[in-house]
């Protein structure tokens, strides 16, 4: 495994720098970026406002920088519209989002999960691929003593042997990833994202691994903004008076929080339908969507159907050895024309762990 260039004080430190200052360092990273490529990046542009921010930024340094846009079909149509207003070359991957979800499966809880669970279904009578699903693997404590892993998803073990669809993490490297790498090969272009740190554990330890500018990743990229806060986003917005979609609403003081800011419309703009962080929701992006888009919200709930599973095998047994459901339903759940059926599968996940981990109705 890769050892952390950087440790988490370091990053708690530059989080906690002045405003102006993280401006600055942002810049620099920008320059290096550049500099080290001789110009030959791009801004993976998504529409959100975090890289409205990186993509003025690096058009105060470098105008011919091109931005690019991957058109899912999944995002705000307010996000889609002032994406095609910022002067970005726009693509689109060659599937839809309800095609990607029957071949790969539904993105619920989290990615971790998600592919904690898909890996888990495989068919393996040994358990190799369940470890973190069934609690098996322990890690040393300081005592001496062993304990469960921080990667321990047992919790979700009911939800991989009952749900009756398919469940994965792959829906983001089908319609985002593999698209923008395509453009990259046939461009010779290296990425700048607007992702930040403090936005997952994931994004948290690539920067511990690699800092912003991550030259010796397998896929080199840069994260200018990844020391930055959500606050700070919102606070250059607010002082360079910058446009950004209209669904975000207006920013305004956080009442809750000295120095802080706030928008009064949605926090995150990312996939509308995308399920990840759905349980751990205090306000429900579905219930949201709901009342600010009704028609996505039917599309995105109604509809599904059963088909025959076509990986279907009557001769896998019911368990596995270390006493795991196989994976094996005659039919699968999955979307039709009429919509997603994301309704069902929140249902399911409520029904087993309880009705309001997933608000939506």
Known sequence: MQENQYTKRELTQLQALPFEEKVKLSRARIREWIDAYDGKVYVSYSGGKDSTVLLHLVRQIAPEVPA???????EYPEVRTFAEQMGVTIIRPPKTFAEVVREEGY?????????????????????????????????????????????????????????????????????????????????????MLGTMAEEGRLRERAWLLHGCNAFDARHAVSTPLAFWRETDVLRYIRVMHL???????????????????????????????????????????????????????RYCMEGGHFVD????????????????????????????????????????????????????K
């Open 243 to 297: 446009p950004i979609a209209s669904v975000y609403g207006e920013i305004i003081e956080d009442p809750n929080c000295k120095n802080c800011l706030k928008l009064t419309g949605v926090d995150r703009t990312g996939c509308v339908f995308c399920g990840f962080g759905a349980h751990m929701e205090h306000e429900g992006r579905y219930l949201r969507l709901r009342e600010t888009h009704p028609r996505l919200y």
């Open 68 to 74: 690019v846009f991957s058109n899912t079909g999944l």
């Open 107 to 191: 993105p619920i809880l989290s990615k971790n999960i998600a592919s904690a669970i898909l890996q888990a279904r495989k068919f393996d009578m040994t358990g190799k691929n369940r470890r973190y699903m069934t609690g098996d693997f322990r890690v040393m404590r300081k005592d001496g003593s062993l304990g469960r892993s921080m990667f321990d998803k047992s919790k979700w073990q009911r939800l991989a042997e009952l749900g009756d669809f398919r469940i994965s993490d792959r829906c983001c490297n089908r319609m985002k990833k593999q698209p923008m790498r395509k453009f990259e090969r046939e461009h010779g272009l290296h990425p």
């Open 309 to 360: 599973n076509p990986d279907y095998d009557p001769s896998i047994p019911e368990t596995a050895t270390d006493g795991f459901r196989n994976f094996n339903p005659k039919q699968l759940w999955e979307p039709d024309n009429r919509g997603l059926g994301m309704g069902y599968v929140f249902e399911t996940v409520n029904r087993l762990y309880g009705k309001t981990l997933i608000p939506y």
